[in-house]
């Protein structure tokens, strides 16, 4: 039993080789510009994401929950913590999502399955929402905040060119819950102390990048686990029932 053991870890931990990760690439590159292009094209009219967004902060209000403002006032004199959070912002979640994935990939890929998939499920939930319920981010004059990534950094809109985003799709937060995702897949699949650090300080960095620089409210951050965590349990619920498709 224990050889057995051993023989399966040692085969779902095996580098698949260097055709596997460029196939693997091609397939997740893919799926991301189509997640923008149909993220583009789900966009809503100006009127509609405004006053949704004017209900966020209403419900926020009611829940003590609104200190967007009041989180970038206490930093946004400062031009090395804003930098530091428009990092964060800018580099810390494609590039950081991206090198996760190769990672896992090269190391254990059930882990990068299981990371893979999530992220297509919970993408997936996104676009639904995004066309359903349009939000405009703090930053659209919805309240008293600067964007300052746009305003102080250009380096995102080369990672991220504005063709592609919906400027409407505030709820949920998925570019802090694919961090997230990140974290708890990482987490789980080392032993290192230092990498189970980052793991929890990576997310919550951008927890607090995202809201500092006007891109989303507190109440997104919150949609956006919820997302996160039912695609990663739905994903986890289908490898336990088909585990022969986890080699896949």
Known sequence: MASGTRATHAHVRRFPGWRGLLWQAVVVVA?????????GLTQSDAATAEANARDVVALERALGL???????????????????????????????????????????????????????????????????????????????????VTDRSSSYRTLQPPGLINRYAAVPSLHFGWNLLVGIVVFGATGSVLLRALAVLGPAAMALAVV????????????GTAVVLFALWVVRRRQERFPATVSR
């Open 212 to 223: 500092v620089t006007a891109n989303h409210y507190v109440l997104d951050l919150a949609g």
């Open 66 to 148: 609104d200190v967007e403002a009041s989180l970038q006032e206490a930093i946004v004199h400062q031009d090395t913590i804003v930098t530091l959070a428009n990092w964060v912002y800018i580099y810390g979640h494609w590039p950081v999502v991206a090198l996760s994935l190769g990672v896992r990939f090269a190391t254990a890929p059930d882990r990068f399955r299981l990371l893979r998939n999530a992220m297509f499920a919970s993408g997936a939930i996104g676009l639904v929402i995004f066309a359903l319920y349009p939000v405009a981010p703090p930053r659209f004059g919805v309240l008293d905040v600067l964007d300052t």
């Open 31 to 39: 799926a991301v510009l189509a997640y923008f292009g149909v993220r």
